[in-house]
């Protein structure tokens, strides 16, 4: 963990040294480098090959890394299109909070997006189905009160830093796994057994016509692992 958040290296200068014998006892004696001998010539050499390696590589690893973060740029702009288009709507299930939901035409509605003002987007088909609508409300507001968007927001740098790290990336999958199975957890603990089997069944309804898209920096109500969330919520 300490490696993730110091990737830095000490590096100690190297002495030449001599051995000597005597009496069966062999004694090192180190001395210091004088500029200009001979005898550092391949100490100075090798240094300047590391450096031209560690040059190389930094130069590497950073090239992928803005790449990386290209994509995921990329990635917010497409999610933000939607929402410029979205209109805001007032809901009587989110009285006395202060949350904004908006309508979208988005096929991939609904989800929250926002890091410092976040927004609920809800599809026009949900946002006047009264035994749907509070579920999903629900589910998206525990992604605001847990700042998920925010941690989503440090995964996607963690991976940019350390995209040649697969252990990495599996703790982005996980972790996104995570955060919707507890949202999921939340809702269930606060609702009856039928409405789980209602709010089972519009998470199935929700993520199995469409193709999933890059949701880098939205927390999707339809997001997998669907087959593990709704034997959870069962």
């Known amino acids: 963990a300490l490696r993730l958040l110091l990737p830095v290296a000490i590096s100690v200068p190297l002495l030449p040294a001599t051995m000597s014998a005597g009496a069966g006892v062999y004694v090192v004696k180190t001395e210091p480098a004088v500029p200009g001998t001979d005898a550092i010539m391949p100490v100075a050499e090798a240094k300047a090959l590391q450096g031209i390696v560690r040059s190389a590589l930094f130069y590497v690893h950073a090239s992928i890394a803005v ?23 007032g809901n009587p299930h989110l009285s006395g909070r202060r949350i904004r939901v908006r309508v979208t035409d988005d096929p991939a509605a609904p989800y929250t997006f926002g890091l410092f003002r976040p927004f609920i987007l809800l599809p026009n088909s949900m946002a006047s189905d009264g035994s749907v609508l509070p579920l999903i ?41 995570d955060i919707e199975i507890a949202c999921d957890e939340a ?48």
Not at 84 to 89: F, G, Q, S, T
Not at 159 to 171: E, G, L, R, T
Not at 215 to 231: D, N, Q, T
């Open 67 to 89: 790449l990386i973060a290209l994509f995921f740029a990329h990635s917010y702009a497409r999610q933000w299109q939607p929402c410029k288009k979205a209109r805001p709507i």
């Open 137 to 177: 409300l629900a589910h998206e507001t525990m992604h605001i009160k847990n700042l998920d968007v925010f941690k989503k927001m440090l995964f996607i740098v963690t991976a940019c830093i350390h995209w040649f790290n697969p252990f990495v990336w599996c703790m982005v999958f996980l972790a996104n796994r």
């Open 187 to 234: 809702v269930r603990r606060s609702v009856s057994r039928d409405s789980r089997h209602t709010y089972a069944h519009t998470l199935l309804s929700v993520a199995a016509p469409k193709p999933l898209k890059p949701f880098c920096f939205a927390s999707r109500f339809g997001m997998p692992p669907i087959e593990e969330r709704i034997r959870n919520i069962m």
